[in-house]
């Protein structure tokens, strides 16, 4: 699916299913762009690019240790987002659980409509 | 019977007008779009365990109207409405929503939205639903978020904003 520019946006930056699992993974400390690629099993062209993102937006930021290069969050300025985000697709995740409730009476219902003769 | 864990509902945005909200079914299109639109089971879900739906109206026709009002756990009543823009059973159901707590200065125009939920089959039974939420711009969209929020938010962002020019 093409997608629209999102870097002007920190919103849409930091609410990238892909790049909130980037942050979660900061979360926990600093990290190598090669210790992202193990923790998350994305490939690395991958992670750099959410990586460029991220920093573009000042979510995160990027010291140099000899030859490997660090990123770190940064701080709070970016968990309001981050919390929006998952509470509200935390929202819908319970909504969605109790509509599969719903779900298998309306399916239990049917077949029973369609048994009886 | 439900064995496995439930599939995750995944929001992104897409745009920078848009939040978009997927979820996969066990069951077929026709019973998702029934569950969707059907007050007595509406009532069972959209409260998401916080709170308890008092009202739900759905006039399920083009131009038809509809309102939802739930009490929060903390006693704190929320209410949303809209009308319905295009209706095909089972396949499509496209709505404009209000939120009827929008900060003073906002105007509905400003402040509402317009909600597509997709049915697609995913070719074992089940149903892809795909609920894109459209605000009229991402200063409207951003006033949503806001206006959901419990503190800072716009704070927030014009901090990361300054640290994104600053970086510049």
Do not use: C
């Not at chain 1, 849409?12 to 993974?25: K, M, Q, T």
């Not at chain 1, 770190?72 to 985000?85: M, T």
């Not at chain 2, 809209?82 to 509905?108: A, F, K, M, Q, W």
């Not at chain 2, 206006?147 to 800072?152: I, K």
């Amino acid at each position: 699916m093409a997608r629209a520019a999102t870097t002007t946006d920190a919103f849409n930056a930091v609410a990238e299913p892909r790049r909130r699992e980037i942050l979660d993974a900061l979360a926990g400390g600093e990290r190598a762009v090669n210790d992202l690629v193990h923790e998350l099993g994305v490939a690395q062209p991958q992670v750099s690019k959410h990586l460029r993102v991220l920093r573009e937006v000042g979510a995160v930021d990027v010291r140099e240790d000899g030859r490997r290069r660090l990123y770190r969050l940064n701080g709070a300025a970016l968990k309001p987002i981050h919390d929006w985000v998952k509470e509200y697709e935390q929202t819908w995740s319970e909504r969605f659980d109790l509509m599969d409730v719903v779900l298998d009476e309306l399916k239990e219902k049917e077949e029973g409509d369609d048994s009886v003769e | 019977m439900t064995v496995s864990s439930s599939p995750r509902a995944i929001l992104s945005l897409p745009t920078d007008e848009e939040i978009l909200v997927t979820r996969e079914f066990a069951a077929p299109r026709h019973l998702v779009f029934e569950a969707w639109t059907t007050p007595e089971l509406v009532e069972r879900w959209w409260h998401a365990n916080r709170g308890r739906v008092t009202l739900v109206e759905i006039d399920l026709r083009v131009g038809g109207k509809w309102r939802y009002v739930m009490v929060a756990d903390d006693g704190m009543e929320v209410g949303f409405h809209g009308e319905y823009l295009e209706i095909v059973p089972g396949e499509r159901l496209v709505t404009s929503e209000v939120y009827e707590g929008l900060p003073d200065g906002v105007s509905e125009e400003m402040g509402g939205t317009t909600n597509t939920l997709t049915l697609t089959d995913t070719g074992s039974g089940g149903t892809l639903a795909t609920l894109l939420i459209k605000a009229t711009s991402k200063d409207s969209r951003d006033a949503i978020i806001a206006s959901g929020m419990e503190l800072g938010l716009q704070d927030a962002l014009d901090l990361l904003e300054a640290t994104a020019q600053s970086l510049g």
